[in-house]
Every structure is written in structure tokens, then in C-alpha cells.
């Protein structure tokens, strides 16, 4: 299994506070995403980083910011949580992207559930 | 505008037959197609893939179809066993960007 962990697995918050989803991966890759799930939807993309302090917006950003400042551990803040919020947050990983990719690593998910 | 389409929710196969997996998309520039097998409460795990330059992909029980002209593809899985039952996702990539995916299909191998 690929080295990928985030932190909390579960985690309960008030409708307007700051939260903050942690991913660490082990295995020096390059690129990290962030990637939501809701019934209805699949999973979309939230925002990603191509190398450390290296990130942009992907489909569904609104509401949500990202660091990385190292390359193992990429952040995933909810400045200010809303209900729409509620979700299962995973965290991937990749090697390489374009004509010569790896395929995508993913972590155990994170549920989130903003009351 | 979805840009990876699984338009069959839900899928249910008898233990032992072919499961057929479709999967359509608009965007020509995705460079590779994959298809990843979700069990509840884990993460999506890899399946197989396929390049966009290739028509068929090969691994075991689990092979993958690319029809460029069509921009669709399938996943095939024969047999079918009961481990196999769980939510399958298609996704295609090729930037940065990470990878586009489906709503996925449910699939239910019955005994």
C-alpha cells in the first residue's frame, strides 16, 4: 500500500469554524490532490499541488484553501465550514502525470460533518 | 458539463458470468483512462488503465476497452466473483490536474 495517511479519519465541527484536513505521504511523490465525494457526484477534484508551495484550483474550490510547504504533507483548510461542507475528503498521490503517468494513490478518507 | 459519464448507477451479475463496466467522455485530451474499485469507508483503490493510444488493456480477471472514435470505454470483468462487489469509478487524465472521474456504478455480484 502506497504511504498515505490523513488525519482525522472522522471529525465533527460548528457550522463557521476553521477546520483543517491533514495529508502526509511517505513515498516522495510529486504531485497531491484533494479530492471530495458526495452521493450523486463521484469525486471531484478540490485543489492540487504540483511541488512544494506549487498548488491550484480545481473543480470545486469554493470555500477551501491548501499549503504545502514540504513535499510529504499537503493541508486542507475550511476557512469558515458550512453544511454543504459535509463530506468524505481523500487525499491522492501521484508520480508522474501527462503521456508517461502513474496512476493515483489514495488515502483511507477523512468524513467530515459540519453541524 | 461532465466530462467523465457512468450512466449506469447500479449494476447486478450473477457470481461466475461477465460484468461489462461502461464509461463515456468528452474531453480528446485525456491521455489515459483508469478505473479504480471502491469498497465502503476506504479509499478508491487502482483497478487497471489504459493508454489513449491503445484499444485494450490486460490484467488477470479485469480487462479494459478503449473505443477513441466512440470516446467510450468498458471494463470487463470475468468471472465475476463476490469480492468484486463494490462501487467502481472510471476516471481520465492527463495534466497536472489530477484526474476527472465518473459517478461510479454500483456493482452487486449475486451468489
Known amino acids: 500500500d502506497a504511504g498515505i495517511t490523513q488525519s482525522p479519519r472522522h471529525k465533527v465541527t460548528e457550522t463557521g469554524t476553521p477546520v483543517t484536513l491533514r495529508c502526509h505521504q511517505t513515498?516522495?511523490?510529486?504531485?497531491m490532490y484533494w479530492y471530495r465525494q458526495d452521493p450523486g457526484h463521484g469525486l471531484r477534484l478540490i485543489h492540487y499541488s504540483y511541488g512544494v508551495k506549487d498548488t491550484d484550483k480545481g473543480e470545486v474550490s469554493d470555500g477551501y484553501s491548501v499549503s504545502r510547504s514540504k513535499t510529504e504533507d499537503f493541508l486542507l483548510t475550511l476557512e469558515s465550514a458550512t453544511s454543504s461542507q459535509t463530506s468524505v475528503y481523500f487525499c491522492?498521490?501521484?508520480?508522474?502525470?501527462?503521456?508517461?503517468?502513474?496512476?493515483?494513490?489514495f488515502g483511507q478518507g477523512t468524513r467530515l460533518t459540519v453541524v | 458539463d461532465q466530462q467523465v459519464k457512468q450512466n449506469s448507477p447500479s449494476l447486478s451479475v450473477q457470481e461466475g458470468r461477465i460484468s461489462i463496466l461502461n464509461c463515456d467522455y468528452t474531453?480528446?485530451?485525456?491521455?489515459?483512462f483508469l478505473w479504480y474499485k471502491k469498497y465502503p469507508a476506504e479509499g478508491p483503490t487502482f483497478l487497471i488503465s489504459i493508454s489513449s493510444i491503445k484499444d485494450k488493456n490486460e490484467d488477470g480477471r479485469f480487462t479494459v476497452f478503449l473505443n477513441k472514435s466512440a470516446k467510450h470505454l468498458s471494463l470487463h470483468i470475468v468471472p465475476s466473483q463476490p469480492g468484486d462487489s463494490a462501487v467502481y469509478f472510471c476516471a481520465g487524465g492527463g495534466g497536472a490536474d489530477g484526474l476527472t472521474f465518473g459517478k461510479g456504478t454500483h456493482l452487486i455480484i449475486q451468489p
Open positions: 491522492a498521490i501521484s508520480e508522474s502525470v501527462g503521456a508517461h503517468s502513474t496512476e493515483a494513490f
Open positions: 474531453n480528446s485530451m485525456f491521455d489515459y
Open positions: 513515498e516522495n511523490h510529486r504531485y
